[in-house]
């Protein structure tokens, strides 16, 4: 099982920047991801990366966020820039299944989850 513990999510205006943080610790995964949900709205898959550094980012967001991680912290960050006001939403980090080694964007490829952070962006 993996514990994962966000931060950084926060208020800002369209056009600002936020970097979230997901800190891991138990057993470490290939693949870790981002996601994110508005109310009434599904899941929905934002990015991903493994531990060599291969990323995968969402159409709806590509050109504006941006996932790394920093393996020695078992941190992994979410760097969303221009942000827009259909970006608000509750984010959440998430481990991938222990056998899992494609970049998947699909929620039940993830088998453990933060309590997520919210972000809002206002017009």
């Known amino acids: 099982q993996v514990q994962l513990v966000e931060s950084g999510g926060g208020s800002v205006q369209a056009g600002g920047s936020l970097r979230l943080s997901c800190v891991a610790s138990?057993?470490?995964?290939?693949?870790m991801g981002w996601f994110r949900q508005a109310p009434g709205k599904e899941r929905e898959g934002i990015a991903t990366?493994?531990?060599?550094?291969?990323?995968r980012v969402a159409d709806s967001v590509k050109g504006r966020f941006t996932i790394s991680r920093d393996n020695a912290k078992n941190t992994l960050y979410l760097h969303m820039d221009n942000l827009k006001p259909e970006d608000s939403a509750m984010y959440y980090c998430?481990?991938?299944?222990?056998?899992?080694?494609?970049?998947?964007?699909?929620?039940?490829?993830?088998?453990?989850w933060g309590q997520g952070t919210q972000v809002t962006v206002s017009s």
């Open positions: 998430a481990a991938g299944v222990w056998w899992l080694e494609r970049l998947s964007l699909r929620s039940f490829d993830f088998s453990d």
């Open positions: 138990g057993k470490s995964r290939n693949v």
């Open positions: 990366s493994d531990r060599d550094g291969s990323t």
